[in-house]
């Protein structure tokens, strides 16, 4: 995996995989998966701050 | 904490006319209950009412929507006859700490397919119709209950379904639910959704690198532009002020020019006053000389006028003497004409007669009037008074005086004159006419001057407007175009990381799953097998293929009790592995078994189920006896069903203990 994507994979914290699979747990019943996209859609914000910061970092 | 049932209400369901609130409550030292009924007295039916109520489909593996034109078999014919069109079904349980009350109802009209309701409360909140299939699926989904209400019929197909191609993959993703590998794929289709979406922004975005690369290029060359136009409008400026500085001091000078001219026309205006003023002067002088020629005796006014009270005085004295001498002149008259008799010359009465001393008084009266005659002399001099206040002149000095002070104000005025004069003079003699319109026509050259840079920096502003449109567009182009890209990049980046990831979990969640439920229920086999000795355990493939395993290998051949046994066990490590806890309905479970793995099922296998196990079993494999005699004091609930009047349509159900 870290090959595959390199030094971002540490912007990927325990606490973002926790919350993936909690959000896939809360939402395993619902029909409707707009709850479920829209909190992962925050989930991937947060991630995305964090890549794009350590990408400067790296740069 | 898991799903629990507390009661069953029916109403015309099956058999059954009315059952109000069936207890189900279990506790952990009394887990189980026994519902005993023969077949066909209504076991089933007790258990499709449970799976209605729930799911609205009484059987396994069937809709809603399926099963609704069939719902009319289980409407009780009785009350049917009777005019009863309304069949219901209530369960209470408890989940999560809540309260659940759930109500399926279905109105038989005709022969149309019933109109079906349902009803869920949860702590007395009314959940939305829409939301009630959902609420029940988190809970305890439908897929899941295939395992855990469990119909015996399904048990004795179980091992054969498993090992079926054409089941197969319906079981596997019902063990999957059970497992909660759907949340995990669910997920993952999600994300894998969201990743084709990046993907394709950004696939697009890549598409516009080309046209981001040009809008930098133009952005390039509108700097240099900027910088040129920059350069450029600097150097007018520069000029601008220049020119503007040399205007101020023409404009400058030209002020001064017209304060000289203005001091041309105060000079002319002097020299006219100067001019009057000395006219004025002499006239003045004039007139002063001719009142000093006039006015000579003014200065011995002061003298005349001693002199003048002094005669006045003396005059004023003499005149009172007469005044004395005509009053005595008139006593003598008075006293005369007293002597002589008659009437008085001023009343006009007549007299008394004379007195002796009327005579005297004559005589006395007489010799006054001489004496006072005699001090009286020349008596008073008027004429010689009238002349000296003739001769004495106060006008004439006053008037002199008048004269000197306007005499001296013109002095003063026509020495101002001059002197403010004098200082014109001098700050007109360096400006000669020349040199004033040479500054005329400088001031008319920097103006032009002037107005030609202003413009020339207009023409700039229009430009420097061109530029920062051209530089807004090609920027917003920009943005628009490859702004966002480490966003999408970033993005697109966590999709895929994500999804990748999800997939490895569902792998790795999947494999420990099924090693973990191979285990349990190779446990589960060797205590549910009367001999144990022969077996190595139940093999479970990646595909939920379910083989037994002797000491020759997989593949092991077995009755269809051993199936019976190596469905019951996946069933109770499914129960273990699954990840919503919740009761364990089991039709008919034992029928197959003889009494030595009936007793092994019920003492070994279903303490294993939790908290909750309801068992519908007829006397062929459980006797009330045998139940209390292997299941004792952990039997929570027990009934049995009755056929009260022989009739095949109606049960009853009452408690055995």
């Not at chain 2, 890549?206 to 509108?222: G, V, W």
């Not at chain 2, 009142?291 to 002061?302: F, V």
Request: glycine share 6%; hydrophobic share 35%; with cysteine.
């Amino acid at each position: 995996m870290r090959n595959q994507y390199g030094l971002a994979i540490e912007s990927f914290l325990q606490d973002d995989y926790e919350q993936l699979i909690k959000l896939a747990w809360r939402y395993q019943f619902d029909d409707d998966r707009s709850k479920y996209k829209r909190e992962l859609r925050e989930l991937q914000e947060h991630a995305s701050e964090r890549i794009l910061a350590r990408l400067e970092l790296n740069g | 904490m898991s799903l629990q049932f507390e009661s069953l209400s029916l109403k015309n369901f099956g058999p059954y006319r009315k059952i109000d609130e069936l207890s189900l409550r279990t506790d952990l030292e009394a887990p189980i209950v026994v519902i005993h009924g023969e077949n066909t007295l209504g076991k089933t039916s007790l258990f499709r009412a449970l799976r209605w109520c729930l799911y609205g489909a009484p059987e396994a593996g069937k809709t809603a929507s399926e099963s609704a034109r069939g719902l009319t078999n289980y409407m009780n014919r009785p009350a049917q006859a009777d005019g009863e069109s309304d069949m219901q079904v209530a369960i209470k349980f408890t989940a999560d700490g809540h309260q659940f009350h759930l109500t399926r109802t279905a109105l038989f009209r005709n022969d149309a397919a019933p109109s079906v309701s349902a009803d869920l409360r949860v702590d007395s909140q009314v959940i939305q119709q829409a939301s009630i299939d959902v609420e029940i699926g988190r809970q305890l989904h439908p897929q899941i209950s295939e395992f855990f209400l469990f119909d015996g019929e399904l048990l004795r197909d179980f091992y054969d379904r498993l090992n079926s191609d054409r089941e197969r993959d319906l079981l596997k993703r019902s063990i999957e639910s059970v497992l909660g590998i759907p949340a995990l794929q669910l997920a993952a289709r999600d994300i894998r959704t969201m990743t084709d979406d990046v993907l394709e922004r950004q696939t697009k975005a890549m598409k516009n690198q080309e046209n981001a690369e040009a809008a930098q290029k133009r952005l390039r060359e509108l700097k240099s532009r900027q910088e040129s136009l920059d350069k450029d409008r600097a150097e007018i400026e520069a000029v601008r002020r220049k020119a503007q500085s040399d205007l101020e001091d023409v404009n400058e000078r030209i002020a001064s020019v017209e304060e000289l001219k203005a001091d041309a026309r105060e000079m002319e205006m002097l020299e006219s006053q100067i001019k009057g003023g000395e006219a004025e002067r002499q006239q003045v002088a004039e007139e002063m000389r001719k009142l000093l020629a006039s006015g000579w005796l003014a200065p011995a006014s002061t003298k005349l006028s001693v002199v003048l009270t002094r005669v006045a005085a003396k005059n004023d004295a003499a005149q009172e003497k007469q005044r004395e001498i005509q009053a005595a002149r008139g006593r003598v008259d008075l006293l005369q004409k007293q002597l002589q008799g008659g009437t008085c010359p001023t009343c006009h009465q007549e007299l008394p007669p004379p007195e002796t001393a009327t005579q005297q008084e004559l005589t006395d009266a007489k010799a006054k009037l001489q004496q006072l005659t005699d001090e009286a002399g020349n008596g008073p001099d008027l004429p010689r008074e009238r002349r000296i206040r003739a001769l004495i002149d106060t006008d004439t000095i006053r008037t002199y005086q008048d004269k000197q002070a306007q005499f001296n104000k013109i002095i003063a005025a026509q020495y101002d004159r001059k002197r403010r004069l004098s200082t014109i003079k001098d700050r007109l003699k360096d400006n000669d006419a020349a040199k004033i319109r040479q500054l005329g026509r400088d001031q008319e050259r920097l103006e032009r001057a002037i107005v030609g840079y202003s413009n020339a920096l207009r023409g700039y502003d229009e430009e420097q407007v061109k530029i920062d449109s051209e530089q807004k567009r090609a920027a917003n182009a920009l943005r628009k175009l490859s702004g966002s890209q480490p966003t999408l990049a970033a993005e697109a980046y966590f999709f895929q990381y994500v999804q990748e990831l999800t997939n490895r979990t569902i792998g790795r969640y999947r494999e420990r799953t099924r090693t973990e439920v191979e285990r349990t229920a190779t446990e589960m086999f060797m205590k549910l097998i009367r001999d144990s000795e022969g077996y190595d355990g139940i093999q479970i493939g990646s595909d939920y293929r379910v083989d037994l395993v002797g000491k020759r290998g997989p593949a092991m051949k077995t009755s269809e009790g051993g199936r019976q046994l190596i469905a019951l066990s996946l069933i109770g490590a499914l129960k273990q592995a699954a990840v919503r806890g919740g009761p364990v309905v089991l039709d008919s479970p034992l029928a197959r078994l003889d009494r030595k793995h009936r007793e092994n099922v019920l003492l070994r296998w279903v303490p294993e189920l939790g908290t909750q196990a309801i068992l519908l079993v007829q006397s062929g494999e459980l006797t009330e006896q045998q139940a209390h005699e292997i299941m004792g004091s952990r039997i929570g609930q027990e009934y049995r069903i009755l056929r009260p009047n022989n009739d095949p349509e109606e049960a009853i159900i009452e408690r055995t203990q």
